[in-house]
Every structure is written in structure tokens, then in C-alpha cells.
């Protein structure tokens, strides 16, 4: 999944070169990352990416809408995730210009609650830029104060239209919670914290991985269930403002899917 990380930039005729120059396995490798593998356990997609999500277009001279309906929102994570797993990643937003608008505020237009995991960087993954995402991280997306109050923040500060609770694929921190339940052993330290909010969530009606995968999906729409309920949160929904939805990224496509 190598690319160019520079603003704007897009396949060279080089880099053409190089992959007709590479090895069988190598480009079996490439093409194995722009075709993807079956989504394990999916469900509905995310979204609809318009049409024109696969064409790159320079962020210097394409004008940005900025979405502002939690339906405009949730399409253009849809559209910069089909961007990402198709290789065609555009790094938007990411400017001098942009960077010099943003030191006079900022206007996300999603916040993700997503996973610690190193593999799953929301602003990459749906291919976004600086001052587009407000990105809120724990371990299994576990909610505490801190991450209750952040989240309350950029709902009623900010008025995002969008939160996202995104679980992914081999999730470390469920897995652990699930061990440590069948095992019945202690987590060292502030580990078992996060298992313990995690093990409500656990599907017991599974066994070995599928109970993990399973678990996944669960924890997600446990906190989705959550963060929905509360109070302020809710009467945004109510009035049509705000959506509170589950989703997971399969690190085998690198595709992100709605859950429950």
C-alpha cells in the first residue's frame, strides 16, 4: 500500500515503469491490494460513492464541498474510503493554503471514535485531510468520561453532523477482552479496564475466532447504542442534525462497512 504521501499526488508515469518492471509476485502482490479479498463477516455498504470518487483530481484546483448533512457526511467517507482501497488516495486538504486558513478555526465535518490500532488512522483510511475529521481513540473504542465529553464537544461546539463508531477486523483489544473472559486471568495494569468494558459486548453463542469477530461487530453497536442515548447527543438525531452510526474497517480490503 506504498504511495506517494505528498499533497496532490498522483501516479507518475515512473511509477508505471516500476510496477511493469517488478517481479510476477510483486505485481501479484499489487493487484492483490487494488482487487481485495471478501469482507470478512460484511454488511451493508457503507455508502454510495459518486462516481467520480475513483478519478483523481488535484486538491489545488478542485473545489471542496463541505459537507454539511449527516447524508453528505457519511457519502464522503464512503467516497474517500473507496479512494483509499482503490489506491487513488487524492490527501486532500492539506494545502499552505489550507494550513494557513486553519489557524482561524476549523470545521470537521465527521468525528470518528475509532480503535488505537496503528493499521486503522481514520484521516488515511477515508481519505481526508487537516481540519475534515475530529478523530476521538481507545482501545476497542471504549467510552469513558474523556471520550464522552470529546465527543459531546464536537457534536455540541462544532456541530458535526456525523459520528462514527469504527471497529475493524482483529481488533487486539477484543481479543483480549474475550481471553481473559474464557481464561478467567487478570489483564495487567489499566489493561483490564478496557476488557472489563468490553465483556458486557462478548457474544458467548460463538466460539474461538468467530466469538472474537462476532464480539467486534457487538462492542460496536453497544457503543453506538450508547453514545445515541445520551441525552444531548439524541436530541440532535431527534431534530435530524446529527447521525451516531456503527461501521468496520476489514483490514484484508481495506473497506469500511456499516454494522447494525
Known sequence: MNSDRSVGAQPTAAAHQRFALASPARRALLRFGLTG??????????????????TPTSPTTASRHRPG???????ELAAGNLRW?????????????????????????????GCIDSRVPPELVFDQGL????????????LDEAVLGSVAYGVLELNIPLVMVLGHQSCGAVKAAVES?????????????????????IDRTQEGDARIDSTIDANVRAIRAHLAAEPDLAAKVTSGQLA?????????????????
Open 181 to 201: 473472559d474464557l481464561s478467567g486471568e487478570r489483564l495487567p495494569a489499566h489493561i483490564q479496564y478496557i476488557a472489563d468494558r468490553i465483556a458486557p459486548n
Open 131 to 142: 481540519g475534515d475529521l475530529m478523530t476521538v481513540r481507545s482501545a476497542g473504542e471504549v
Open 85 to 113: 482501497r482503490t489506491f487513488r488516495q487524492r490527501h486532500p486538504d492539506e494545502s499552505p493554503a489550507v494550513r494557513q486558513s486553519l489557524t482561524s478555526g476549523q470545521q470537521p465535518f465527521a468525528l470518528v471514535l
Open 244 to 260: 451516531i452510526v456503527g461501521a468496520r474497517y476489514e483490514l484484508t480490503t481495506q473497506r469500511v462497512h456499516r454494522v447494525g
Open 37 to 54: 479479498a471478501a469482507a470478512l463477516g460484511a454488511t451493508a455498504a457503507l455508502g454510495t460513492a459518486p462516481a467520480s470518487a475513483t
Open 69 to 75: 448533512t449527516p447524508e453528505e457526511a457519511l457519502r
